[in-house]
């Protein structure tokens, strides 16, 4: 089994950054694609951004995309602005899969995620 814990967030002013990580820990293989993706009150998780580590391949959602840089263990976020405020969850899969990258049901493992409050 593989286990996710992300770490980092916090409470931060627009404008802001945050760097956060996310550790693996577990039976782990060659690894395939980690995304990065969050839950704001309300609303339903979505998309953030994900790393094929097999091509370097990136990709992001358009609210963050120029903003946030995702790289193997971590995903930088700057110029924060309120709405980016929500629970953060790191996910990763260890086989191949074959459709987007954007797509929650593509990952077996998720952590418990972080919240990242940003104050206006």
């Known amino acids: 089994q593989v286990q996710l814990v992300e770490s980092g967030g916090g409470l931060v002013q627009a404008g802001g950054s945050l760097r956060l990580s996310c550790a693996a820990s577990g039976r782990i293989f060659s690894n395939y694609a980690m995304g990065w993706f969050r839950r704001a009150p309300g609303k339903e998780r979505e998309f953030v951004a994900a790393?094929?580590w097999r091509t370097g391949s990136t990709y992001y959602a358009d609210s963050v995309k120029g903003r946030f840089t995702i790289s193997r263990d971590n995903i930088q976020m700057n110029s924060l602005k309120p709405e980016d405020t929500a629970v953060y969850y790191c996910?990763?899969?260890?086989?191949?899969?074959?459709?987007?990258?954007?797509?929650?049901?593509?990952?077996?493992?998720w952590g418990q995620g972080t919240q990242v409050t940003v104050s206006s």
């Open positions: 996910a990763a899969t260890y086989r191949v899969v074959t459709g987007s990258l954007a797509d929650q049901l593509q990952y077996d493992y």
């Open positions: 790393l094929s």
